[in-house]
């Protein structure tokens, strides 16, 4: 039976599609506000992240800055009071230039004959205590000939006593203009270190030689804590000490302010460049892809230094964050469209209920024709709009003759497949405005508006609506397997004016009409059951 009802009216199907076309609606203006606002928020979010790192790389690289400028002035300062002092001017006037023939000696042979001067030891003694003292790696003082005469580690087997320094900057430096600074490369235990040097004057302010603290790179780095990655970096952009190990002695001179790089100055390898390159997309300046890996930097020059101070802030914690923050906004998202997707179900399901109750309520549910309380509802709908239109309206009652013989005969599936054949049938003969529906049991009912009847044809519209409908009743109905000869129903029409005459008026005449054409129609029929 289910398969030939008909579809849910137009205005149904307007209404599903209208929740469809809000849900879909929902649907993107919610995804489209997630990832509005899951991009507003990450972009606040990154910014005031990026905003906190520069505050703290800023305020790094100052205090640090501040911390290595009090260490290199120390070292300095220290190197001049050592080369004031009245023993080390003495042993340095003792010892200005070596005798001839010193150069051909071996390191330890030289190293003999200064030692066994016990002023050398005791200079050496009082530099090995300040050394201790300060955590320096060595205090060692050179003649003219650039040989060591004395040394914090004069006593140890890898003292340094004897050595000749010749062509080392800092020493030549320190001899001409009073002092002299360099980074290298310590040539007995290959540290990186820090060599700060003063000239030795007698009391005619003649040079008798120089004093120089030299302090491993290693151990200046522990002055370099903080959160963030700390480098000091020369004029070559060589990075002389840090906090991280990688970037030790590796070149950075991408990161210098252009027109500050200084070429190679042939004294100590400017060290393996680093892969730098600035950020495309950054929303800050100075964001530095180095080694493939991303850095908010800042500056800071040391003051009396060639040397700059760089704090790099680690960004790698940024992608994480936008990951997390989109992951975030999928969940909701997703969140959001199952939410959506059960609203927009459950108002549809809500919908088809009410579709379906409205459409049981007026709908007759097997041949899926209008019932008795549709076409009443409508009827009154006729009567109105035919008073304002000056119209009449047209009442058709069709009875089928016969039926509960057909029941009867070839069982209740024939009868309804019957009905259902009744109602396209008459279907075929209605006018565009006409309106057909199921009475109830065998009565199927026709309704519409017809114009006022003229004075030469008073029944025009009552003969034509018969003449339309009647003789599509009549012939051999196939259903299930069985056939049979209809001789057709009995009708009773009524044209009536709307306003001297009522609904029920109009009923009631319709049905007094059907019953005596049913009459008529059994005193002429020969038989009253259909062939078979």
């Known amino acids: 039976m289910n398969d030939v009802l008909p579809q849910k009216s137009p205005r149904g199907r307007q209404n599903l599609s209208i929740v469809r076309s809000v849900t879909l609606g929902l649907i993107v203006a919610w995804l489209v506000l997630v990832a509005s606002l899951a991009w507003w928020?990450?972009?606040?979010?990154?910014?005031?992240?990026?905003?906190?790192l520069a505050a703290s790389a800023e305020y790094e690289a100052k205090t640090t800055a501040r911390v290595m400028e009090r260490l290199f002035t120390e070292m300095v300062s220290m190197a001049n009071m050592v080369a004031s002092q009245a023993q080390v001017i003495q042993l340095a006037t003792r010892y200005r230039t070596d005798p001839p023939g010193a150069a051909e000696l071996t390191r330890q042979q030289r190293a003999a004959q200064f030692t066994r001067d016990p002023l050398v030891r005791k200079v050496g003694d009082f530099m090995n205590a300040l050394a201790t003292d300060l955590r320096y790696a060595r205090i060692y003082m050179n003649n003219m000939s650039d040989d060591t005469v004395t040394a914090s580690n004069w006593a140890e087997h890898d003292s340094i006593v004897g050595m000749l320094y010749s062509g080392r900057r800092y020493l030549t430096d320190a001899l001409r203009n009073g002092t002299g600074s360099s980074f290298g490369i310590a040539r007995l235990n290959k540290t990186p270190s820090y060599f700060v040097a003063s000239r030795i004057d007698d009391s005619n302010d003649v040079p008798q030689g120089s004093v120089t603290v030299k302090f491993d790179a290693p151990d200046v780095a522990f002055y370099l804590t903080g959160r963030h990655i700390a480098l000091i970096v020369n004029r070559q952009g060589r990075v002389i000490t840090t906090s991280s190990a990688p970037f030790m002695l590796r070149n950075v001179a991408a990161l210098l302010p252009?027109?500050?790089?200084?070429?190679?100055?042939?004294e100590e390898d400017p060290g393996d460049p680093m892969d730098v390159r600035t950020m495309a997309d950054a929303t800050h300046?100075?964001?530095w892809l180095i080694d493939g890996r991303p850095y908010l930097l800042r500056r800071q020059p040391l003051a009396g230094t060639q040397y700059q101070l760089f704090a790099l802030a680690s960004l790698e914690e940024l992608a994480p964050m936008r990951r997390q923050h989109f992951l975030t906004a999928g969940l909701v998202a997703v969140f959001g469209?199952?939410?959506?997707?059960?609203?927009?179900?459950?108002?549809?399901?809500?919908?088809?209920?009410r579709l379906d109750e409205q459409y049981a309520a007026n709908y007759d549910a097997l041949t899926g024709l209008p019932?008795?309380?549709?076409?009443?509802?409508?009827?009154?709908?006729?009567?109105?709009?035919?008073?304002?239109?000056?119209q009449w309206v047209l009442v058709a009652f069709i009875d089928l003759d016969g039926f509960k013989t057909i029941n009867d005969t070839y069982g209740h599936a024939v009868g309804d497949k019957f009905l259902i054949e009744v109602g396209q049938r008459l279907s075929v003969g209605l006018r565009a405005s006409d309106m057909l529906g199921r009475f109830g049991g065998d009565e199927f009912v026709v309704i519409g508006l017809v114009a006022p009847p003229g004075p030469d044809a008073p029944d025009e519209a009552v003969n034509g609506t018969r003449s339309r409908l009647a003789p599509l009743l009549i012939g051999t109905y196939t259903l299930a397997g069985c056939s049979f000869d209809y001789p057709g129903a009995s009708f009773g029409i009524v044209s009536v004016d709307p306003s001297v005459s009522s609904l029920q008026t109009a009923l009631k005449e319709a049905d007094w009409l059907m019953y005596a054409d049913k009459q008529v129609r059994r005193t002429t029929l020969q038989a009253s059951e259909p062939a078979k």
Do not use: C, H, Y
Request: glycine letters at 8%; hydrophobic letters at 45%; a positive charge.
């Open 41 to 52: 928020m990450s972009q606040q979010t990154v910014t005031g992240q990026l905003d906190s």
């Open 258 to 266: 252009p027109g500050t790089v200084l070429p190679p100055d042939g």
């Open 285 to 287: 300046a100075d964001q």
């Open 337 to 353: 469209l199952i939410l959506i997707v059960l609203i927009g179900q459950a108002a549809g399901q809500m919908m088809m209920r």
């Open 371 to 390: 019932n008795r309380r549709a076409m009443l509802a409508e009827l009154d709908r006729l009567f109105a709009l035919a008073k304002r239109t000056q």
